[in-house]
């Protein structure tokens, strides 16, 4: 999974999560009995400190454990006046609560009027229903909005191509570089972003208020969201796999080349020494014949031109690659000869469609070339 799905799937997790939590937490609550917490026992110790003011300490035993909370006592002199009538504060820990009074006058007697305890966390929340309403309105908010961030990734001549659409931060990635980006994060217009990719074609992504992605190569819309399918390459010992991987590659060019002969066998083409032409001469040489459409030499001139660069250019070029960074110049090794070995062997395939046509066969074999408005390749390097 690449890095940006990780990330949107990571904060839609957290708040979804979060949403959950502030669902279950007012349902469990409802659930939850109602305890009648009682005092068992109280203590009073009364300090003189002068200036005709006492201190007043108690220590009282619940009937169970509590957080917290708070009492309301009466103080009365010995005449029944009062002297104070005042709440204080529980600390302590567990059933064994503490509260202090200080008290003007001499008391004689002293009465409880109320008391307020919190049992456990639940019991607090609903004495502050009003932060959790709070927060559940904006775990609310951000789930919704994290439901809408998105990411897509494109190939496109052996280009990986990323749009993300975040909170604020919005950009277009090719092959790990960022290459357009925006920061805004509300707006009520879409956001374009547009960037020349390395072949010359201008990518542009649209991304709607409601953050959906659109996506555009050369003014025209762009969906091609796989990789080729077919992986026979891995390269776990670097350089040797390379090697055998490409020399495996070449070997069938020549097998090719050898397909192209028979063809040009076929067609009586008139290529000075056909036999030991270049599978190159040979393609131009099916101009004329009216056998293939501009489109498909052109895409098979492609698929030479790949040939040519695994024999002469690959190697100086990619092994640049490697010596930047090992893991991701061995990755764009792998992407590469698995996209030149599919196509290779597609093009033998167009080769053979075309003898077994012209021999009164009509089960053909489908290839990537079949039915594209777009070139496939246009240059070794460049799949």
């Not at 999974?1 to 949107?8: A, D, P, Q, Y």
């Not at 109280?42 to 917290?68: A, H, L, W, Y």
């Not at 659109?214 to 026979?232: A, E, G, L, M």
């Amino acid at each position: 999974m690449i890095r940006e799905k990780k990330i949107l799937w990571i904060q839609r997790s957290i708040w979804l999560f979060i949403l959950t939590l502030s669902i279950l937490i007012p349902v469990i609550l409802l659930l939850t009995p109602w305890h009648d917490v009682k005092i068992e026992d109280e203590k009073c110790s009364i300090k003189d400190i002068g200036d005709n003011r006492n201190r007043c300490e108690f220590v009282f035993t619940f009937n169970e454990k509590i957080q917290s909370g708070w009492i309301v006592i009466a103080f009365y002199d010995i005449n029944g006046g009062l002297l104070l009538y005042d709440d204080a504060d529980l600390f302590g820990y567990g059933q064994i609560q503490n509260a202090i009074f200080f008290v003007e006058g001499k008391i004689d007697s002293y009465k409880i009027w109320d008391h307020s305890v919190v049992i456990n966390e639940f019991d607090f929340l609903i004495d502050n229903i009003a932060v959790f309403v709070v927060i559940w309105s904006v775990s609310l908010f951000f789930t919704i909005a994290s439901l809408l961030f998105s990411c897509k990734l494109y190939y496109y001549e052996g280009q990986d191509i990323i749009v993300y659409t975040g909170w604020y931060r919005h950009y277009l990635k090719v092959n790990g570089r960022i290459l357009s980006k925006r920061y805004k994060p509300f707006f009520i217009k879409p956001l374009t972003l547009e960037s020349a990719l390395y072949d010359g074609a201008i990518a542009q992504a649209t991304i709607s208020v409601l953050k959906r992605i659109s996506f555009k190569i050369d003014d025209q819309i762009y969906t091609n969201r796989k990789r080729y399918s077919r992986k026979v390459i891995a390269v776990k010992n670097y350089p040797v796999d390379v090697y055998n991987a490409v020399g495996q590659m070449i070997y069938h060019t020549q097998e090719w080349e050898n397909e192209y002969k028979k063809l040009a066998s076929i067609l009586s083409i008139t290529v000075e020494k056909a036999e030991i032409s270049s599978i190159y001469e040979l393609n131009e040489a099916l101009q004329p014949y009216g056998q293939f459409e501009k489109k498909e030499l052109d895409d098979l001139k492609g698929v030479i031109k790949i040939g040519n660069y695994l024999n002469h250019e690959f190697f100086s070029y990619y092994s640049s690659k490697v010596k930047e960074n090992y893991y991701a110049g061995i990755a764009y090794i792998e992407e590469y000869l698995n996209a030149a070995h599919s196509l290779i062997f597609e093009a033998i395939d167009v080769i053979d469609n075309k003898i077994d046509e012209l021999n009164g066969k009509t089960l053909m074999r489908p290839t990537v070339f079949d039915n594209n408005s777009e070139e496939i390749v246009n240059d070794g390097n460049d799949i």
